[in-house]
């Protein structure tokens, strides 16, 4: 009877169900043992393309005992909204607050608080049949609870898996990747099936975290990427009540089968070749060794890093486009004549009814933003919590450090960042975007261009990172609350920078390549198409087909 009932309505509930984190990401997961300086790292590319893109700090907050809040949706998938126009719409649901809360950064998603706990994200393949509607979370105002209320990786991921037992969730399969000092973690929840009710017995969500190993690598992107759950060991693995009993009653596990269960196979019915093409390039960047071994179909849920990462490693993964595989995206006739790795939406199309999808890269040309954090045991929490943030695609974008002890960001990244449907040129977000599209125009000369001022400017923030910090440090030993000002002052001061560099930029590659000219050392040059890609176009045809 259950099942029937719950087979009847997922058609429906499928047809006006809209996930709140469908925007098609990738989150890398850095343990302790695979940073060259011992912090931990989460990544999050933000492939919406529509979404609110500012970052915000959230203060930390103190409430007398039996206040009450109300759980808020923040402004999603909706381009002309900023978040700083408002704090979220209630939806009408309270649940009881805490006294404290902890500060923390904040842009679609929760990025890192106070206590160095850092977040990343990706939509992954939930079933259907495992959609509610009735809950009171979905992944974004989650995020926002574990990183209000979580000091640790752990404290972080049992506050979402509380809340959503209790109060429900009712967004898709999502993936979270967490962090402290210490951890790091991936986080996957789908929901209970769309007859779950408030005050029912059972949970209202499904979700199970495996610490990733030390001296390892975990990445996500679309798909679940936890596998088998050691159900004793909870040192390595937290779960939700149920799971193997909901797989069976589903028919989605036979136990007779002799199988062993798996999360990701038999809970989250994942399969998407493509979606595991990023995380077989995060696994083979990370492990070239092992890059031989890996099954893109069937890969591990981490792997041991052969070198350990800096954070220019880190975020060189998030700017690939599969250059010097297979997959390359800048060869290829699709790539044009300036070998052009980007591929713009639609993804999957059709051509006389026949179905293509343009590969996924980790370097998404409709990314909102892209972050690194940094969690760091050996510094206090004020200096040791930092995220490189980077406006929209990644492989253009430049870094920039912002601590989660700030008490304020620059208004360049949200009162003035602008949205998808207001332009400004004291938007931060805006400079990097409007330079990375003209890119476009000439990619296997611009984005040379663009390297540079990355190298000068990004480059210039790592270089300076350690000096910063001790500064801070000095600073720390006396008069917390100042060094937490320098900080402040330095980071909001780079970022407009930055911001001023990058419309100078523009205004550079405007005079430099107009016309399709290449102007430099006093002349004007002729850039004639590339050998290789003409004997591309003759081979397609010749040149009078085009």
């Given at each position: ?68 809040t109300d759980v808020l949706n923040l402004p999603q998938m909706t381009a002309g909204n900023q978040m700083s126009d408002y704090a979220g719409q209630p939806t009408g649901n309270q649940i009881p607050q805490v006294e404290h809360t902890y500060g923390y950064l904040r842009a679609l998603f929760g990025v890192i608080n106070e206590k160095q706990v850092g977040i990343g994200e990706t939509t992954i393949s939930g079933r259907r049949e495992s959609r509610n509607a009735n809950g009171f979370f979905d992944i974004t105002n989650l995020s926002m609870y574990a990183l209000e209320r979580g000091a640790t ?394």
């Open positions: 009877m259950r099942k029937g009932t719950l087979m009847a309505l997922v058609v429906a509930f499928a047809l006006v169900f809209t996930s709140a984190g469908a925007f098609a990401c990738t989150s890398i997961a850095v343990s302790v043992g695979a940073s060259v300086d011992g912090s931990t790292s989460v990544t999050h590319t933000c492939d919406s393309g529509n979404s609110p893109f500012e970052i915000v700090k959230v203060p930390a907050m103190d409430y007398a005992p039996g206040t009450m990786a752990r404290e972080a991921i049992q506050v979402m898996g509380e809340l959503a037992e209790k109060y429900g969730y009712k967004d898709g399969g999502e993936e979270l990747s967490v962090s402290d000092p210490k951890e790091a973690w991936i986080f996957e929840i789908v929901g209970p099936g769309p007859l779950w009710q408030q005050g029912d017995p059972g949970p209202g969500a499904y979700w199970v975290a495996q610490r990733v190993p030390d001296g390892h690598v975990a990445a996500s992107a679309n798909n679940a990427v936890i596998r088998e759950i050691d159900w004793d060991d909870h040192e390595n693995f937290m779960y939700s009540p149920g799971i193997l009993e909901y797989a069976i009653e589903m028919g989605w596990y036979k136990p007779e089968s002799g199988e062993e269960f798996s999360w990701r196979k038999h809970f989250c019915n994942a399969n998407s070749v493509t979606s595991y093409r990023r995380v077989w390039r995060v696994f083979c960047l990370a492990a070239p060794s092992l890059a031989a071994t890996l099954n893109e179909a069937d890969l591990p849920f981490s792997v041991p890093v052969d070198k350990k990462l800096s954070i220019n490693d880190i975020n060189a993964i998030q700017r690939d486009h599969y250059e010097g595989t297979e997959f390359d995206g800048t060869n290829s006739l699709t790539a044009g004549p300036w070998n052009n790795p980007r591929r713009y939406r639609g993804l999957s199309f059709k051509v006389d009814d026949k179905s293509y999808s343009w590969q996924r890269m980790i370097a998404q040309v409709q990314c909102e933003y892209s972050i690194c954090t940094q969690s760091r045991g050996w510094l206090p929490d004020e200096i040791g919590a930092v995220v490189w943030y980077g406006p929209t695609n990644p492989d253009l974008t430049c870094y920039v450090p912002l601590y989660a002890s700030m008490t304020e960001l620059s208004p360049v990244l949200n009162t003035k960042a602008g949205s998808h449907q207001k332009f400004t040129r004291e938007s931060f977000w805006w400079a990097i975007s409007a330079v990375s599209t003209y890119a476009d125009l000439k990619w296997s000369y611009m984005s040379k261009d663009v390297q540079k001022y990355i190298d000068e400017y990004e480059g210039k923030a790592i270089r300076n990172q350690g000096a910063i910090e001790a500064a801070a440090l000095d600073l720390y030993k006396t008069d917390p609350q100042a060094a937490i000002d320098f900080l402040t002052t330095y980071c909001n001061r780079n970022v407009e920078t930055v911001r001023d560099a990058w419309w100078e930029l523009l205004d550079y590659l405007i005079w430099k390549y107009n016309m399709g000219f290449v102007t430099e050392n006093g002349r004007v040059n002729s850039v004639s198409y590339p050998t290789e890609w003409l004997r591309k176009v003759v081979e397609a045809g010749g040149p009078d087909h085009y």
